[in-house]
């Protein structure tokens, strides 16, 4: 089969570790005789230099031609690249939201896996640990606060700034019908996370849930608050499947999950609509720390190359041959800098590796 897979390599680390995960998709091109052209696509700063905006109506047009996209990061450092100095609509992360916004991407997953190997990367104590994690962020994208009327005025002589928290029932229902169809796949438990002792919004959001829910007998869901679920994450994350929430609760907790597998480089990302679109990209950002130094972990974006086999194309064995490969590469003592062992007894018994060198040792061992 034949795939067009728009690219969005994007700033700092991005067009590091996209090219290992484009070498990866070769591999799997070569080995179970696919083709997978590839058309880059401008957005976020790059896009800024080169046209004045974070995205412009061409790059759209190119997604919306695309059958899927794999994108880097974008963005630079905040408190010194001049994209920050420019107004809020046209920095770097406008070009995301427009994006988002334009293909319809109201469903955000993020998987939040522990890899054994990596155990003593967790920030959790081992008794909390147990037998590990294995759970997945399903986030509302597209509706919410972060796309509510919004206005900052001055009412006698005092400023007041508003936020709009808006959803509807349609907006509910598609996001939670996700949630319930990847829960299928998986351990078949949905837990779904509001404050709906305090909001209404997450009142319509509870009905909606309990609705959809009597769709999927097979699959048993939980609700759970907000604040408790922020705790639960750190007291007892293996009691997780697939969390499904708002966007901005969604946010939070997606980082808060990534945090706990103690390694963000390794962890994937898709934004999907009700179609096989979707957007696939690590869960970190444009690290203009590390930028250009060659030691950015590429895992994460290989991982996103998986998730857009699977979940775009269909091609499930494709995926788990990445996966397995990646976790090859760490049995086998293979580290890029960001998951290298603290302790110089730990650190002697791996291999640290650079971008390109790890990009290379997962595509042997597809
Ligand atoms: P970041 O995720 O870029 O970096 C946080 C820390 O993690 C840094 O020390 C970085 O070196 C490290 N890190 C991240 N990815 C890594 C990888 N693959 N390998 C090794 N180390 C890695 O977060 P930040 O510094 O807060 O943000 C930097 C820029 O990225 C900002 O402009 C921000 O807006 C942008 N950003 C973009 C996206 C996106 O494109 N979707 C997401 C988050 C942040």
Request: aromatic fraction near 6%; charged fraction near 25%.
């Amino acid at each position: 089969m034949s795939y067009h897979i728009g690219v969005i390599s994007g700033d700092g680390i991005g067009p590091e570790v996209v090219a290992e995960a484009k070498k990866v998709l070769d591999t799997v091109a070569d080995k179970y005789g696919h083709e997978f052209e590839y058309e880059d696509i401008l957005m976020g700063g790059c896009s800024i230099d080169a046209t004045g905006e974070p995205l412009t109506d061409h790059a759209i047009a190119q997604a919306l031609a695309s059958d899927a996209i794999l994108m880097g990061s974008i963005g630079g450092n905040t408190q010194t690249s001049p994209w920050y100095q420019l107004p809020a609509d046209k920095r770097p992360e406008a070009g995301l939201l427009k994006l988002r916004k334009s293909l319809n991407l109201f469903a955000n997953m993020r998987p939040a896996f522990l890899y054994n190997e990596l155990r003593e990367a967790c920030p959790l104590r081992d008794s909390v640990i147990g037998d590990g994690f294995d759970m997945v962020i399903m986030r509302e994208l597209t509706g919410g606060l972060y796309f509510g009327e919004r206005s900052t005025e001055e009412v006698d002589g005092v400023l007041l700034a508003t936020d709009t928290l808006t959803y509807s029932e349609p907006e509910i229902r598609r996001i939670a019908i996700k949630a319930f169809e990847i829960a299928r796949k998986r351990r078949k438990k949905v837990t779904s996370v509001d404050k709906a002792n305090v909001l209404d919004s997450s009142r319509l959001w509870r009905g909606m849930v309990e609705e959809v829910a009597a769709d999927y007998p097979d699959v048993s869901y939980e609700h759970m608050l907000v604040d408790n679920c922020a705790m639960q994450l750190v007291r007892n994350p293996g009691q997780f499947d697939v969390i499904l929430t708002e966007n901005m609760f969604g946010d939070i907790l997606s980082d808060e999950a990534s945090m706990v597998t103690g390694s963000l480089g390794m962890l994937a990302s898709a934004s999907m609509n009700d179609t096989k679109f979707g957007l696939y990209e690590p869960s970190g950002g444009s690290a203009p720390d590390i930028a250009g130094k060659g030691i950015a972990n590429p895992i994460a974006t290989i991982l996103s190359a998986a998730l857009m086999l699977r979940y775009s194309f269909d091609l499930d064995e494709e995926a788990k041959a990445i996966e397995n490969a990646v976790q090859k590469f760490l049995e086998d003592g293979y580290r890029t800098i960001d998951i290298m062992p603290h302790g110089e007894e730990e650190a002697a018994k791996v291999t640290q590796v650079g971008t390109k060198e790890a990009g290379d040792l997962i595509c042997e061992r597809i």
